[in-house]
């Protein structure tokens, strides 16, 4: 069964500090892995989106890693701010439909304290 | 910032109504999408279009029903609202790439 699951589900971080969020996938045949920004209330933004061949991908503060081998990713948040308070959604397309099948993960919603 | 819209953003209706959820892009793109998603829960699509007068069913059983007479335009219909319909309905729309842009949301209460 495909499937997408996050860790943890929830995590509470001071300004300035670091943090990782964890995304495990069963998904196949596997074509990509996205991450999005989620916050209160709205639609999900595209962070970073990577393909097979991608170990690692930055988009300003927000680095994601990809191992395919272990269909593991993660994503480094570095020296948070308050505005990155939202959920963060791990999303796996596969190769196996036309309509390129995305797989939600259910999110990790962090909070960043002052 | 994504050019895909959606109204109304907050909708509270009574049991029985009849609604419909807008959503509007100016992007261009051939294939749309609804999703549903509950708090803490992963988004759910209910419905797909690749492009005019094309819609599908998505993965969750919906009792609403969409239409895609314009490229631009994927309206999503309840025909008799349920509480069990009280969610966060969004839409969204995807470039060639398969990049996908989502809308703000509506988000639906049913009393």
């Known amino acids: 069964k495909n499937q997408v699951e996050q860790s943890p589900q929830s995590l509470i971080i001071l300004e300035g500090k670091n943090c990782t969020l964890q995304?495990?996938?069963?998904?196949?045949?596997?074509?990509?892995l996205r991450w999005y920004k989620q916050d209160t209330g709205r639609g999900p933004v595209s962070l970073t989106i990577?393909?097979?061949?991608?170990n690692t991908k930055s988009n300003g503060r927000y680095t994601a890693t990809l191992d395919a081998d272990t269909k593991q990713s993660s994503l480094h948040i570095t020296a948070s701010q308050l505005s990155d308070s939202a959920s963060y959604i791990c999303v796996v397309s596969d190769r196996g439909s036309t309509l390129g099948r995305l797989y939600f993960g259910r999110g990790t919603q962090l909070t960043v304290w002052p | 910032e994504a050019d895909i819209y959606q109204t109304p953003r907050y909708l509270v209706i009574g049991t029985g109504k009849k609604i419909t959820l807008e959503c509007s892009q100016t992007?261009?793109?051939?294939?749309m999408y609804w999703y549903q998603q509950d708090p803490g829960m992963e988004l759910h699509l209910i419905h797909y279009s690749y492009g005019v007068n094309s819609t599908e069913k998505g993965d969750l059983s919906s009792e609403s029903t969409v239409s895609r007479i314009r490229t631009e335009h994927f309206p999503l219909t309840l025909e008799s609202a349920r509480p069990s319909h009280t969610s966060q309905y969004l839409c969204a729309s995807s470039d060639p790439r398969a990049e996908q842009y989502f809308g703000p949301g509506t988000r639906l209460t049913v009393t």
């Open positions: 990577m393909t097979f061949s991608e």
């Open positions: 992007m261009g793109h051939d294939k």
């Open positions: 995304c495990n996938y069963t998904v196949s045949p596997f074509s990509n």
